[in-house]
């Protein structure tokens, strides 16, 4: 286990190295600090009176602040977890093609660890980096909230972990294929195209019911079967920000099946780093 | 062979994963849990519709105004001419016809009919009125009730049995029945009030304890009384129910325990108008307007922080349900007005008539 | 085994065991091709013993197979054929790779990192406390003593390449397996390079040496191996490779006549030597008494060697 979170804190050490992931958290940053201070919220026994963005009056509706505030939690909720899954997947599309870098590899494969601690410990790695930036945000807007109306909500950072499951499974998909085609552009699109599945296998039980009975809609229902349902786990991570009901039968299988489809495309990935030649 | 392995793990991994996703998610598509609720805030098309189908009292034309070149007055809506005059009055209306098709009204249906409805057969078979059937609307005013409608078959005599009646105007009669005292055979004595009871011309029925508001009221309809201002005007005829209230009636409806908002209410001389919408879930909107904008505005706010602090308090004290309708509670500022919106989602309402769904005793009424 | 390869075992004291740092036999090596298509195969059967200790060049003409020999050293691939043993284990298990030190020929270096920064992950990655104490002084070791403030994509070709070996001197290895150790770096450089090297094989490290510049691994290794169409064509100890039977090289003083020379037997050589065909010493002894006799005295003697460059043009043209 040792060796595996060596090589995860190593790849920490590189990104942080690197100009753009200090831009990243410089650019959540500043989007933070431009939203406290040109946000201005007028809360009143516990009612949202009045709201201003920039000294413009918001039309909003006298009710509870945490009401009042579902619409901003639930736009947040989902800029977290489809921008944090987008952003994810171009700014981590590279690591994995790096790790396979002619001298890089050589050198690596030579040291005293197994190949799949190699693997593993690049993929956790990248995994961290990517839910750190989530929950920097999530948490930043989590305390924007709670200092300007007293709202105190672990919303946002509940979003930013389901972001965070989800983008586990679409980049142990990234990785693997960088082991099949050593290029940062196709891990970028299998990646993108991972997340498009995913939100069409969120809403298979509604996209099915469109379909021919018979072979199109059985055809349509397997395929659909076995794609990590993206869309439903942000559908679920807006509720949870928003403090709604999930309209899940079970949260936690679906999560759990989740990181299951994440482990399986990582084992292939296994495979191929043993089997492959460098 | 160690290296295949690693192919056979993934392999059972994606199919745990797709059996695990397909009972995480389900199969069914989820039906929406929003509450569908229509806010009535003006006349829609259907309520245009309706209220030009009521213009069918047509006023007196006077000879002055056919020399002197006035376009003469336009049929009214009977129910509205009958109403007390002038603003700052108080007069709800329930479109029993609509109700009775919401499904608010199908509860309450429902309740009814488990409970017994003997009083609604009594009616129909002594009275010969439908009250399911030939009640249109019902006015409710602080003089009484007016209940508008068909009323050929009625037979009225049979209600009021001990009272006087007499013909009032071209359409109207009156029935009277005075005070009375009655002893019981226990040694108590019952006193009952004077009841007066209007009808006009087979469509209206008033009830009340005063003559003269009978007597006021075929007055308008007759054209003997002005009846160009009445307390609810066309264009506020929007919703399943609607209605003004005096900010002395305003302030009697609101908790005592809003002692502080009473007397706010009451200082800028608050009025409301009052419309609900039963056609899905329960839609209310009251719209408040007052004699200080300034000073309303604040009503409104802390109408709003009201709201909200009693949401809280449902939530600490765990009542979810009163907890869950708070939450459509909201107040629409406005320049010299405000909104107040609350809604209740059918599911509270069924829970609060749960009981209907007991079956009465065998011995009950 | 090829003829041309001298099997050489070092002395060791009876009744122990010979002490081998890589031991290889059968090695072959095959890369598919898509639908096993286009196979090419990079090592036929190659067998080698090196002991520990000992300094080794692996020296050959480009597509040999050199790199695919290092590669399944290390374990970074797997034989299509044969063993592989590495300190007396195999090199796919990582307690066997953590007692060996590498530089491939591309060592890829983080630009944004320092260079303390890059080996103290390094070491972390091997399993080794060092304190940071220690890696400025193997910095200092390797030269780049006044440069640890500067970040690594600042640094020279030779800079990086001396950040390289110092990577690969971490934690001590028992087997140092470098390819081209001192591309880029400057000629005093090298000198310098040869001179840690020679330490390292004072200390005991077997080195393993892959390099283009020819002179580098005279002058570095005690033995050498040539491979060629990823056969080993040659393999033992650097002198007795060079060594060119039966001939010598001999130089007589300047006033010797040369056609009288050549009537004895001798030929003309390069540099005023000549150089005469002796199997054994008595044919040498015979030829240099009828050079005496004809009046030419002898001022210097010895077998002639060819450079490693000649060893390699005969090998090669021998197995073409």
Redesign the interface.
Known sequence: M??LL??A??VL??AA???WTLALFLGITGVLVLLSWSLQLEV????L?ASRLFGVVLRS?????D??LRPLLSVSAYLIFYGGLGFGIIACCDFGPNLL???????L??????R?QLLGGTFLGVWMLALAGALYGSAGLTLLLGLKAGLWTVGPVLAALLAGVTFAAIYAVMLTAALFVRSAALSAALGSGMLLLGIIA?Y???IS?LLEPGFSRMAFRAMT??I??VS?LADASVALAAS??V????????????V??G???L??G??RF??G?? | MRRRSWLVAAAVLFMLAAVVMLYGQGEVVPAPATVEVEFPRQLRPAEQERLQSRRTLRPVPSVDMATQGRRPPQPRDPVLAALPQGRGRTAVVLEANALRHSPVGALLLECINRQGNQGLERMRQELGVNPLEDFDRVVVTPEGMMVSGHFQEARWDSLLRDASSRSYGDKGRIFEQPARRRSLPDGTVQESRAHVMGVWDEQLVMFGESVTEVQQAFDRLEGRAAADNPAIREEQTFGDIYGVLSPEDLARLVPRQQAELVEQLRQVGAQVELHVDARSDLGMVAHVTGTDPRKLQDVGKAMGGALALGRLDAQVKGDERLASVLEFARVQPGLASFNLEMALPLSFLEEQLAFCRKQPDAGGP | MSPSVVPWMPMCRAGTQPMTSIEVSGLSKTYTGLFRRHDRQALRGVDLTLPRGAAFGLIGPNGAGKTTFIKLLLGIIRPTAGTVRVLGGSPEEPAVRARIGYLPERLHLPASAMPLGFLEGLARLKGLQVLETELEALLAHVGLGDVIGRRIGGFSKGMRQRLGLAAALLGKPDLLVLDEPTDGIDPLGRVEVRRILAGELERGATLFLNSHLLAETERICDTVGILSGGQLVRFGRQEELRRVEPRWRVRFAPEVDGAVLRATGFTHAEGGTWTCEATDPRELNAALARARAAGALVVELAHETWDLEGLLANALGATA
Not at chain 1, 61 to 65: E, L, N
Not at chain 1, 247 to 258: D, H, I, Q, T
């Open positions: 040792r060796p060596e090589v804190w190593q050490v590189e190295q690197r100009k009143l026994d516990g009612a009176a509706d006298i009710r509870a602040v009401v009042a870098a002619p001298g890089r590899i050589e050198h494969l030579s040291l005293p660890l197994r799949w969120g298979r039980a509604q019911v079967a076995l990590p349902r439903a709604s009901a309209e899940l039968p079970s949260l936690w299988s679906l999560l759990a099946g989740v299951l489809f482990m399986g495309a084992a292939v296994v495979w043993e089997e030649d460098f």
